[in-house]
């Protein structure tokens, strides 16, 4: 088994002549470039209540909504010990929405 011991140069390798391409891996690189361990940021994802109220709604009305449920109960686990997995979602969050970050 390998590990990766530059995780942003990998990402910014993908940038280029690849089909991995995307506005999100641009962000992480952007969030890698500002913090690259990202040891400044917990990996919470706040939660503002939409999540839940739509999930209710779906229960409510019998309609399947895997995804943002997913979401939902992601930002839950969000609140537990960090992980690397939460500390580059708390920061695309930031990235792309300017949500809100908790800082170390």
């Not at 390798?13 to 500002?34: F, K, M, Y």
């Not at 940021?41 to 839940?52: F, M, P, Q």
């Amino acid at each position: 088994v390998h590990s990766v011991t530059d995780v942003r140069e990998v990402f910014r390798s993908w940038q280029e002549g690849t089909v991995i391409r995307s506005w999100l891996l641009d962000l992480a690189v952007n969030a890698l470039d500002e913090d690259e361990h990202l040891d400044k940021l917990k990996g919470y994802a706040e939660d503002s209540g939409e999540g839940r109220w739509t999930v209710e709604a779906a229960i409510d009305h019998a309609v399947p909504l895997p995804a943002i449920t997913a979401s939902l109960f992601a930002r839950f686990a969000s609140r537990q010990d960090d992980s690397p997995q939460m500390k580059m979602i708390a920061a695309l969050r930031n990235q792309f929405g300017g949500h809100a970050v908790e800082k170390h």
